[in-house]
């Protein structure tokens, strides 16, 4: 199984941008679609971004498409999500996760990082 370790995460004002990283154990991270969610205070987990495992596929949800960017390096298991023009509703602890099949579903993630948190303020 994948260790999955985020970092990134911290306090930014509207409009300000931040840049998480996921560092991933274990010889097969290439092989793996990697993905991110997010879940604010009092609401369910989200699906935000997934990436397959050359990085040539990705698959946004609507409400980051244009703002957030995913990336990866094989060569350096890690996974990226590069996040601007950040608003108040994107505060959340968000979450690294490699999937079984790239998907919004989290019934998909087989990995899961302990997440960090990110706080935007008005």
């Known amino acids: 199984q994948v260790q999955l370790d985020e970092s990134g995460g911290g306090l930014v004002q509207t409009g300000g941008s931040l840049r998480l990283s996921c560092a991933a154990s274990?010889?097969?991270?290439?092989?793996?679609?990697m993905g991110w969610f997010r879940q604010a205070p009092g609401k369910e987990r989200e699906f935000v971004v997934g990436?397959?495992?050359?990085?040539?596929?990705?698959y946004y949800a609507n409400f980051v498409k244009g703002r957030f960017t995913i990336s990866r390096e094989n060569g350096k298991n890690t996974v990226y999500l590069q996040m601007n023009s950040l608003k108040p509703e994107d505060t959340a602890v968000y979450y690294c996760?490699?999937?079984?099949?790239?998907?919004?579903?989290?019934?998909?993630?087989?990995?899961w990082g302990q997440g960090t948190q990110v706080t935007v303020s008005s």
């Open positions: 274990g010889r097969t991270f290439s092989t793996y679609p």
């Open positions: 996760a490699t999937f079984l099949v790239l998907s919004s579903d989290d019934k998909r993630v087989s990995s």
């Open positions: 990436v397959n495992w050359n990085g040539g596929t990705t």
